[in-house]
Structure formats: structure tokens, C-alpha cells
């Protein structure tokens, strides 16, 4: 059978799955064969590091647990005619879900609300009013899948949707050629772009002070996404009002200033965590690794090799 790496951790059904077409080897093993590899399957934290990938000169294809793809280096891959794929849609409205439970989070003061009631502190007197997630001015930086998910979703809170992108698409919602200018327009800032060098620190210290000290941003894209060091300067000033954030910049870590603050909502990087959405996601790594052993197409390819499929 064909020799497959694995970079970081599979389910139990991935691998019974993978183990009926290929020899599975580990990239923490000591050592394996990387003359013999033809396919990895990784994720979008890990990637597949810059070594790896040139050591193993007979890899054909990189099969990507995760919509994110920024830590493979997809420029070297296509130039070298190996495809990658990921997991678009089969995440998209858990993303969606995971975004508008932030936004309820930080509007309705859940967090605070919740360790008030659980605490005793009601019996001593009432929680302070919050502010309605209902009638908001909402920016969307990223419309792709997810991005218009979220709008689908925000459609029943009566949300006026504003976006931004490289291109201007052909959808009913305020386009905004400057990230700065729909910052100042709106009151709520989702991050749902790519990372990548092209969107690296692209919220930075300009566009949060244009969102302004009552703006809220949410960030569900890439930790890169956001200049985190301006956004804690920010929050701490009261340049910017709230921040509710499922990424970080150097994950696991969180800046003990994020964790301090009562006017921010932290998440594990948990937007697509459900046993169904992981699970999908799951099966189309395979399914993809699988067609390409048995047709050399796959399902899902990134849009930079995606000229290699078949």
C-alpha cells in the first residue's frame, strides 16, 4: 500500500479508514520513509513544515483537516505539482453558530451574567442592564462561505450588513473598499478572512480606533488576522469598546491582559468543535485522500492547485 504521513492527530475512524489504503507512518516517530511518501494528512495549525514537504520528494498530495490552510505553503506545493485540499462548507453554519454566540455573549453580558447567577450574587441585588445584539450596524471582513453564513444568520436579528473584500460581489449588503471606512460605519467588526501574508495584522490599531470605543470586534478567522498587541492597547485605553475572540495569534496562549478584562469573551478556537462538523470534516479528509489514490482528482482542492486536479 501507499505510504501516507500523518502530522498531528486523526480520529479513530479517519485511521481505520486511512489503514485500508495506505501504511499510516507519524511525523513524531523517530524516523520514516520520506522517499516513500506520496500523501499527508494534516491540519491547518500544524501545516506541513517547509522541510517535511521538501524530504519527501515523491508527496502527491496534502489532504488538510480545516478550512484554513495558511501553514502549508500552497505556492511551493503547486510549483512542485502537489495538490491540497481542505474542508470547505461541511463547517460553514457551525462557524456561523459559533459567531453569533459570541456576539450574544459579549451584547447580553453573558459571562458576567451567568457567574452573577451562579455565584449567590442575585440574592444581594439584580445584574446591570446589557446592550441588544438586535438592530446593529454589522461589518463583515471575508464574504466567502462562511462570511455569508453569518450574514444568513444575522438575518434574524434584523442586522444591516456592511462587507468587506478585494472584490465587490454581487450580493444585497454596503460594500466598503476601505476595511478603515467600514470599520467607522459599523458597530460590530466580524473577522472571518483567511490568514496569510495577504490579511497578516490587516486589523490593526487605525481600523479598531475607527470601530471606536462603544464597537465591538469578533474575531473567528486567524489569530494573524488581528494586530493583538494594538487590540489589548486598544481595549485598555477604552479606544475600543468590547472584543469577543475565538483566535489568537499564538495559540494556546492568550494574553493574560484578554483574560483580565470583563469586557472581552475568549473561546478555545472552538468555532467548528461539534462531534458532527468534526466528524464530517473528518470523513472529507479522507474521502479526499482516497479519490486522489484511486482517480487522482479530489473533491476539495485549494483554489492555488486546483489547476492540478486531474
Not at 524516523?31 to 521538501?54: F, W
Not at 446592550?131 to 466567502?144: M, P, T
Not at 479598531?208 to 486567524?222: C, W, Y
Not at 496562549?253 to 469586557?263: E, F, V
Request: proline share 5%; hydrophobic share 40%.
Amino acid at each position: 500500500m501507499p505510504d501516507l504521513l500523518q502530522i498531528g492527530g486523526i480520529t479513530d475512524t479517519m485511521r481505520d479508514r486511512l489503514a485500508e489504503h495506505f501504511t499510516i507512518h507519524k511525523l513524531s516517530e523517530s524516523a520514516y520513509p520520506a522517499d516513500a511518501i506520496t500523501h499527508i494528512a494534516t491540519n491547518g495549525h500544524d501545516g506541513v513544515p517547509a522541510d517535511v514537504m521538501a524530504a519527501c520528494p515523491n508527496l502527491k498530495m496534502v489532504s488538510c483537516y480545516g478550512v484554513g490552510y495558511d501553514a502549508i505553503d500552497t505556492k511551493a506545493a503547486a510549483e512542485c505539482g502537489i495538490l491540497v485540499t481542505h474542508t470547505p462548507d461541511v463547517l460553514n453554519a457551525e462557524v456561523a453558530s459559533t459567531t453569533i454566540l459570541l456576539m450574544l455573549a459579549s451584547f447580553r453580558n453573558f459571562l458576567h451574567d451567568e457567574a452573577h447567577a451562579r455565584s449567590g450574587d442575585w440574592e444581594k441585588g439584580g445584574a446591570p442592564l446589557s446592550r441588544s445584539a438586535d438592530n446593529r450596524r454589522v461589518g463583515i471582513l471575508g464574504l466567502g462561505r462562511i462570511g455569508q453564513a453569518i450574514a444568513d444568520k444575522l438575518e434574524a436579528f434584523n442586522a444591516e450588513i456592511h462587507y468587506h473584500t478585494r472584490t465587490k460581489k454581487d450580493v444585497p449588503y454596503t460594500y466598503h473598499a476601505s476595511l478603515t471606512e467600514m470599520a467607522s460605519a459599523v458597530e460590530v467588526l466580524i473577522c472571518i478572512t483567511p490568514g496569510g501574508p495577504s490579511t497578516h495584522r490587516i486589523v490593526n490599531e487605525e481600523v479598531m480606533n475607527a470601530l471606536g470605543p462603544e464597537g465591538t470586534l469578533i474575531n473567528v478567522s486567524r489569530g494573524s488576522v488581528v494586530d493583538e498587541s494594538a487590540m489589548v492597547q486598544a481595549l485598555q485605553d477604552g479606544r475600543l469598546g468590547y472584543a469577543a475572540l475565538d483566535v489568537f495569534e499564538a495559540e494556546p496562549k492568550i494574553p493574560d491582559a484578554l483574560k483580565s478584562m470583563s469586557n472581552v469573551v475568549l473561546l478555545p478556537h472552538v468555532g467548528s468543535a461539534t462531534h458532527e462538523t468534526r466528524a464530517a470534516m473528518g470523513a472529507l479528509v479522507v474521502d479526499n485522500l482516497i479519490a486522489h489514490l484511486t482517480t487522482d482528482k479530489v473533491h476539495t482542492p485549494v483554489p492555488e492547485t486546483a489547476h492540478l486536479n486531474g
